[in-house]
Structures are given as C-alpha cells and as structure tokens.
C-alpha cells in the first residue's frame, strides 16, 4: 500500500461509513489455460508429431450449469486480490507456478451468471503442458484438455467514408484427445467504426456444451492471444520447453497465427531471442537437429 496517511476527518467519516449501503458483486477469476501438445498418435514415425492448440477445461459437478464444461476458475477470498485468486486456482488446477498468467478481460454482463451479480476477471495462462499435472478426476469432477480450432464467416461489411460496419461469426470447436467429446459454440462479433471510434461486441448464438458465457470468453481470448504473439513474440516461450528445435519454435507460432511462415524470414527475426545449446535432439527417422533455449538477456534487457 502508499504511504498516504489519513488526517482525523478522514477516519471520522470511515468510522461512520456503511459499505452495505450499496450492492456488491461477488468477484471471481477463470483462467483460460492454454497449451500447444501432441494431437493424438504420429502416423508417420518419420514426421514430427502433429500438434495443436489445446485449452484446459473443467466438466462442472454442481449447479448452475452443471455437466457442462467451463473454463477453470474461483471466486475470491477477502484476504486475496484477484491475481492472487488466478495463481491459486492455477496451482490448484495443474500443479504449475511459473506460468505466464496475465490479465485478458473483465466480464460483468447482467445476466451472465444466473446465480446473481458476479464479475469475471479473465486471465490467459501459457504453459507448457508436458509440464503439467491435472488435478486427479472423479466421478463428480474432470478436467481435460480440447483442442481449440476457430473458423470465421463474414455477415455483413458496410463501409463508406465516415463509418463502417462489420459483422463476423465464428466457430470455436473443441474437441478432446480421444475425440468423443466435441463441442462447437457460435459467437457474433458486432464491430462498428463511427466517429472516428471502433466499438466491438459479442454474442453468443450457441454455446453448444459450454457453462455461462465462456464460449465469448475463449474466442475473445484466442483473437486477443493472436495479436499478442504478433506485437509481443516473446510470449510464445513459454509454450515451450526449456530446451527446442527452432522448427518446434517456428510450429508453435504456426499454430497460434494460423499461417505458414517462411523459415528463413522467422529464424532471422528471432535470432536475438535464443541461444544454441551443445545438445542435440535425435528420434525415429528425424535428422539431428540443434537444441535451442532462450536467450534471457534479451528477454530482459
């Protein structure tokens, strides 16, 4: 807390002053857990093992919404902030404490939770998933990791000299390891440029199997985690092992922008972001290749 210091008028009024006069949310902060891991088995022992995008879900054991899949997450204690609260339901969750773990929305939608008034500090976590040890299963409770896929359908584009509306729906699939399970919500963004302002909103038009608004609250995140990676590259790290190839390097920023990219242009951008091991990496059919890890001072300059 600040040095500031409270005259006695100041604690004379605090000492009279009833919070309970006015209405409280109960806040609360879910964790959108995202890792890059192995899509099922190699079909080809030659190749390197496919991977893709995955998120960490919760299947609810109570009311509301119960069976229903939802991002992991906790309501707040007094003795706590809401950073706090995410580190622990992360430790909680996956046994992780290093994670990359920043904030990614707040979400206070009237209706969005139909046990009452409840405020959603969203957080993106990143992590590498190898590393991960999910809380054990029960009957009344699992957690699993989906792989995430979004694909996009453009509406409506309006556009003139002075305003311009665009309407955009996506897809967000998600399917588990043994896929069994896939869900497919539909979210419409509503994006209008008026007065030199951009507004953006959200709808969900299908939630599919997904509890409360977590279906808006994945697609936000994952275009947001997009622009990230695009402006703020080093994020990308800590999806990774301590130790890399530079092609595993390359594949993970593949699967988070959804694009190829040309090997000698990536290798020159992040040149100054590793540095070359003594080790070597040698499996089934694979030519050797280096061991990358991160260049800290660069990281950190």
């Known amino acids: 807390m600040s040095n500031y ?26 964790i959108a857990i995202i890792s890059i ?19 960490l879900l919760i299947k609810r054991a109570n009311y509301p919404y119960k069976d229903c899949w939802a991002l992991p997450g906790g309501f707040c204690r007094p003795d706590e902030d809401v950073y706090e609260t995410a580190k622990r339901e992360l430790l909680e969750e996956t046994n992780v404490k290093n994670a990359y773990l920043q904030m990614a929305g707040i979400y206070g939608e009237i209706g969005r ?16 998933g190898e590393q991960c040890h999910l809380r054990a299963g029960t009957d009344a409770w699992e957690a699993r990791w989906f792989s995430v896929e979004l694909e996009k359908f453009e509406k409506k584009n309006e556009l003139d000299e002075e305003s311009a509306i665009v309407e955009t729906e996506y897809t967000v699939k998600l ?18 440029f008026k007065n030199y302002h951009e ?37 990308v790290f800590d999806l990774m092992p301590e130790t890399f190839t530079l092609t595993q ?7 988070i922008l959804q694009e190829k990219l040309l090997t000698a242009n990536f290798r020159r951008k992040i040149a100054d972001y590793v540095v070359e091991t003594e080790q070597i990496i040698e499996g089934a059919g694979h030519r050797p290749a280096k061991l990358f890890r991160r260049n800290v001072k660069t990281f950190y300059r």
């Open 113 to 128: 939770d139909p046990r009452g008034w409840i405020i959603s500090n969203t957080f993106l976590a990143l992590m590498d």
């Open 199 to 235: 507004t953006i909103r959200y709808e969900i038009l299908d939630s599919d199997g997904l509890a409360f608004d977590h279906a808006k609250i994945i697609l936000q995140t994952l275009l947001s985690l997009r622009k990230k990676v695009e402006n703020e590259p080093t994020i």
């Open 5 to 30: 210091k409270m005259s006695i008028e100041e604690k004379k009024f605090l000492e009279k002053y009833d919070i309970t006069q006015y209405e409280c949310p109960s806040i609360a902060a879910d």
């Open 37 to 55: 891991l192995q899509d099922g088995e190699s079909e080809n022992f030659r190749k390197l093992p496919k991977k893709c995008l995955k998120i």
């Open 249 to 255: 390097l390359q594949n993970a920023f593949e699967i």
């Open 175 to 192: 399917c588990n390891e043994s896929a069994d399970l896939i869900m497919v919500a539909k979210v419409m963004e509503y994006k209008e």
